[in-house]
Each structure stands twice: as structure tokens, then as C-alpha cells.
């Protein structure tokens, strides 16, 4: 007996103005992956999600620019607030974003479930997850790094790195320094750093 399951899929795309931006505050708990990544295009911001599952068209991401500033919020429907649907905690979903953002943005993520990928130059980077990993590959820049439970992995270069752990192991090259300064902390995830 063969069964097959498939989900739905969402994709979408948009682009704001950068023109002025210099800070992104992004603040999810319905997003399984955030993927950043700087680029000399400094006219635009690009954001892409993909969003699988039965909810995919019920999870809203809310984009709006405030002064200097563009606020990334998701947002369930009100049916799905409420509670009325009894067998939501069997559903399936899964939301990614991948933004890609002009160079020296000061960044600050806040999430639940999330898992953060980003590389590229940044002005200031700072990042709050509880279930999620987090991946800085070829990184430039200022940054604090929190989780709970997921691992910290950085690449970086020129930087001073102080990194602990309460139970997990920290890997940190000695001697390491630089003009920038990163901070990583975890309270049950591991926590690499490693030079460019």
C-alpha cells in the first residue's frame, strides 16, 4: 500500500525602498527558518517567503516601515487565534524568509522557533532565539547572539568573540580579535567560532 501527502505551497515575494532604512526589526514565532544576506544593491530590500503545510494561507508576514525602520511581524488569521480550529496542534506548517538587504543595517531578531542563517557586512546584529540555531557564515560586523537550545556557529573575521555556554561546549580560537565585537551566549546549545 503506497500513500502519498501533499501540501500545499506558497510563494511570495516583495520589495521596499531602502532609501533611508537603517534598521530592520523582524520579530516572529510562526517562521520555521530566516535566511539574511547583504548585497551592494543599496536601493532595496528584497523579502521572499515560502510557506508550505494547511496553514499556508492562513500566516500572514506584516511588513511596515516606521522613520527609519522596516518591522517584520507575522500574523495568524483571527479563525486560528481563537482557538476554534481544535486540531491545529495536528496541522502542519512550515514558513521561511529569506531577505536580502543593502550592507551596514543594524538587524534585530526576536523568535520562538526560529533558526537564523545570515552572512554578509552589517552595522549591528543582534539575535534572541529559543528553539533555533544560529549561523553567521562570512560575517562582518557587530553582534549578540542568544539562544536557549540551538547551536551558535560563526565565521567571521577581524572580530573580538567572547562566547559561553552554561551547558553546551564552546570552541573558540585562541587569540582571536579584531576591530568588531561579538558576543554569543547559550544556555543548552553549543556554541564555534571559526576565522574566515
Do not use: W
Amino acid at each position: 500500500m503506497f500513500s502519498s501527502f501533499a501540501f500545499a505551497q506558497k510563494d511570495t515575494s516583495k520589495q521596499l525602498d531602502a532609501h533611508g532604512i537603517k534598521s530592520l526589526y523582524i520579530e516572529t514565532d510562526e517562521v520555521f527558518r530566516i535566511h539574511i544576506e547583504t548585497t551592494n544593491n543599496s536601493d532595496q530590500v528584497s523579502i521572499f517567503t515560502h510557506s508550505e503545510g494547511e496553514y499556508f494561507n492562513d500566516i500572514a508576514l506584516n511588513t511596515e516601515v516606521k522613520e527609519n525602520a522596516i518591522y517584520l511581524t507575522t500574523q495568524f488569521r483571527e479563525i486560528l487565534q481563537s482557538g476554534y480550529d481544535k486540531l491545529s496542534a495536528h496541522k502542519v506548517f512550515s514558513l521561511e524568509v529569506t531577505i536580502k538587504i543593502p550592507e551596514n543595517l543594524q538587524i534585530f531578531i526576536k523568535s520562538n522557533i526560529a533558526s537564523v542563517e545570515a552572512n554578509g557586512v552589517y552595522d549591528f546584529l543582534q539575535i534572541q532565539l529559543n528553539s533555533g540555531y544560529c549561523k553567521l557564515s562570512d560575517f562582518e560586523g557587530n553582534a549578540i547572539i542568544n539562544t536557549f537550545k540551538g547551536a551558535i556557529n560563526i565565521q567571521t573575521t577581524d572580530a573580538t568573540v567572547t562566547a559561553v555556554s552554561r551547558n553546551g561546549e564552546v570552541m573558540l580560537p585562541a587569540g582571536f580579535s579584531g576591530k568588531h565585537k561579538i558576543k554569543a551566549t547559550s544556555i543548552n546549545g553549543n556554541i564555534s567560532v571559526v576565522e574566515n
